[in-house]
């Protein structure tokens, strides 16, 4: 569902909003030691980045998890890496809740903290996200559950 917020017109003076995706990009409810990746995701000719919301609701050891990034090449069909983003076990420990955004957009200052992150690059038409989970200490079992939504931005 769209934004209430008018970012530009198009060619046919239509109004172009930021979009937000009703489905998550990844839904990860599992164990210690996996890796999950997203189907392609498909942007508009007139988005050039988004933000993701990572919601982790449920963290039962220390966990490292990596987000990487992958544009899809339009002749081949291969991915190619476009970057990494991660949450390691400084923050996410047993018990932890909590939500982590990730900002890719052109010109945005590219920073990194253990709460946000940014990246200073425009998203490719189709890309996909993988996610790697390792569990670096666990007591009685590694669990972890989160989900992953996007807004597009023009």
């Known amino acids: 569902m769209a934004r209430g917020m008018v970012t530009l017109q198009d060619v046919n003076d239509a109004f172009v909003q930021a979009q937000d995706m009703g489905a998550a990009v990844l839904t990860v409810v599992g164990t210690a030691t996996q890796t999950v990746t997203s189907t392609d995701q498909v942007m508009s000719g007139l988005?050039?980045?988004?933000?993701?919301?990572?919601?982790?609701?449920?963290?039962?050891?220390?966990?490292?998890?990596?987000?990487?990034?992958?544009a899809k090449d339009p002749i081949s069909g291969s991915y190619f890496p476009l970057f990494r983003a991660s949450v390691d076990g400084t923050i996410l420990v047993s018990g932890y809740t909590g939500k982590v955004p990730i900002y890719v957009?052109?010109?945005?200052?590219t920073s990194v903290s253990?709460?946000?992150?940014?990246y200073n690059l425009p998203l490719p038409r189709t890309f996909q996200v993988v996610a790697s989970i390792t569990a670096t200490a666990n007591s009685g079992g590694a669990n972890i559950a989160f989900t992953m939504g996007q807004t597009r931005l023009v």
């Open 114 to 118: 253990v709460t946000s992150m940014a």
């Open 47 to 70: 988005h050039k980045g988004a933000m993701f919301y990572v919601n982790i609701t449920t963290c039962s050891a220390t966990m490292t998890v990596a987000w990487t990034f992958n």
């Open 105 to 109: 957009y052109p010109g945005i200052v």
